[in-house]
């Protein structure tokens, strides 16, 4: 792909830069609204975002743009703060995102744990869906407050005031855009929707004069315009940089806008069979969003549906997301005046359609039927991310999902082989040994696996209080790879109980790391002076084979 010149790349991507590129405007336009910015500030963070995204990222096929997973976050804090703040979050969060690369922490960011992850999308859906309420019902001037819950509520007050005309509207244009991406899925109906709409307004107000109750975008921002930057600095202090509030969103962007950029670009190598530079990209991300802030853009990310279409056209190389760019400036600069027409309730429904493919339906069912605990987590990140804060269901979320994580570690479970005649007799989970056995045998083989920690111990501790009159417990820690002070000093604590309540006690399969903890421990010395380590389970049997004179041992899968 290298020695191919720039015009045959042009020749083979301007089809999916420009359909891409017809994507991108109303959806630029719809999510920059979502956010609480200005239309123009969409079209900015399209191009500027875009383009650099493009040109610098590790990715051929990521698409950067305003998406529904930052909307969230950032309607929020605009409703309270203003549009103009928002190139300062854009700013901030590119900042914060080549601090992460350059401290390579994008590893840690990804350890959000899925669930958490789902759930705050589908918290920021349904954001997005009530945030547009008042487009959909055609209500009008009604206040708004940082608050969702709150807003939704004033606008369910103002029921006499529904324009339900405009409500069947919204309906046949969600349902139509809906059955178009399954027919067409290479033509994504949100274009016919907007042209569609865009003409009808300007034949019935510029042509036949004939004026209709219909709130368009020119309505509710009449000194929108295209162009390439949006002075927003002429209005900020510059302390602002300073504000905690803004830090703390821009970490929140930052994070989603990383996690989203490195799925989308994994979900890409999975479709075209490629590998893309997961740090590049982190680092292309960053200078997008500080780029896009500069130009009084708002922050982006890759956006998944739009990178999948990019792919579905054609593209086969970064110059696609190049093209993109290009052509969304120039379309919006040639037909701008005609997006002014674009009905409000046309960009209602196309968010409900983007707000309804953010939220995967095939993950909530695979959780209901086998992890209830973990679907209930998720509903529970999209409550508070609704009721509360997005950032509030990230950490929340995050918590309670490293809380059930350790719930699992601490149970400890690991395998325990029951020998009898010098045969393995049984084969038990931890679990399964607590509860069905108790009764003595010639030895037990204790495996304790992972981690020996303060937090998984405590249970090999139960176990080897329930194991006596045993004449031999093999304790194997050939599949232990880590060990800390407190889970040396419960290992000391297991072997005393085990040493009072049987006839003799091993350890075998001690690697350098955990060696170097506890050979100094007094434990350690006796059970070296006494030969009681051994370098396998192997080895053990075989020594304890040869003092009681036995010819044969069985020792198939004692490891």
């Not at 547009?132 to 009604?142: A, F, S």
């Not at 994994?266 to 490629?274: S, V």
Request: negative net charge.
């Amino acid at each position: 792909m290298e020695n191919i010149s720039i015009v045959e790349r042009i020749k083979s991507n301007w089809k999916s830069g420009i359909t891409v590129a017809f994507v991108s405007i109303p959806l630029a336009l719809a999510l920059a609204i979502a956010s609480g910015a200005t239309p123009t500030q969409g079209i900015i963070t399209a191009f500027w975002a875009g383009l650099l995204g493009a040109i610098l990222g590790g990715s051929h096929f990521n698409i950067i743009g305003p998406t529904g997973a930052l909307s969230g976050i950032l309607m929020t804090f605009a409703i309270v703060n203003g549009y103009a703040v928002l190139p300062v979050v854009a700013i901030v969060s590119g900042l914060i995102t080549l601090a992460v690369y350059f401290l390579k922490l994008d590893r840690y960011i990804i350890f959000i744990p899925k669930v958490v992850v789902h759930g705050f999308t589908l918290g920021v859906a349904f954001i997005i869906v009530l945030g547009q309420l008042d487009n959909m019902l055609g209500l009008k001037d009604i206040p708004k407050t940082e608050v969702l819950t709150d807003n939704v509520l004033t606008s369910l007050r103002h029921y006499a005031e529904i324009n339900w005309v405009i409500f069947a509207i919204f309906i046949i244009l969600t349902l139509f855009i809906i059955f178009w991406n399954k027919k067409f899925p290479k033509f994504p109906g949100a274009i016919v929707v907007a042209v569609v709409s865009i003409a009808t307004v300007f034949i019935f107000r510029e042509w036949l004069k004939i004026d209709f109750e219909i709130l368009t975008l020119s309505d509710n921002y009449p000194e929108v315009e295209a162009g390439f930057f949006f002075n927003v600095w002429g209005t900020l202090r510059p302390e602002i940089f300073l504000d905690k509030e803004i830090w703390a969103v821009s970490i929140a962007t930052s994070v989603i806008a990383i996690l989203e950029t490195l799925i989308s670009g994994q979900i890409a190598d999975n479709m075209t069979n490629t590998k893309f530079d997961r740090s590049k990209e982190v680092l292309s991300l960053a200078i997008a969003n500080i780029g896009s802030g500069v130009m009084g853009g708002i922050p982006a990310t890759a956006a998944l549906a739009r990178t999948a279409l990019n792919i579905k056209s054609g593209a086969n190389n970064r110059m696609s997301g190049i093209i993109n760019s290009a052509a969304i400036i120039v379309i919006a600069l040639l037909l701008f005046g005609f997006f002014k027409h674009l009905p409000m309730v046309a960009i209602a429904a196309i968010l409900v359609v983007v707000s309804i493919n953010m939220v995967e339906t095939k993950h909530f069912i695979t959780l209901v039927k086998n992890e209830k605990v973990a679907f209930v987590l998720s509903i529970f990140v999209a409550i508070i991310t609704i009721v509360y804060d997005p950032i509030a269901g990230i950490l929340t979320g995050s918590f309670f999902a490293l809380l059930i994580f350790v719930n699992e570690i601490a149970k400890g479970q690991t395998e325990i082989q029951l020998w009898e005649n010098w045969k393995m007799k049984e084969n038990f989970l931890l679990d399964e040994y607590k509860e069905q056995y108790g009764t003595s045998c010639d030895f037990i083989v204790l495996k304790i696996s992972g981690m020996l920690t303060y937090i998984n111990m405590p249970a090999y501790l139960d176990t080897a209080k329930m194991m006596k009159q045993n004449k031999f417990v093999i304790i194997s820690l050939r599949t232990a790879f880590y060990a800390d002070s407190d889970g040396v000093s419960y290992l000391e604590e297991i072997i005393g109980i085990l040493k009072q309540q049987n006839e003799r006690v091993i350890i075998t399969g001690i690697n350098k790391e955990i060696e170097n903890l506890v050979k100094d421990a007094d434990f350690y010395k006796e059970f070296k002076s006494k030969n009681n380590i051994f370098e396998n389970v192997s080895h053990a049997i075989d020594h304890l084979k040869e003092i009681h004179g036995v010819s044969e041992v069985e020792t198939a899968d004692i490891e």
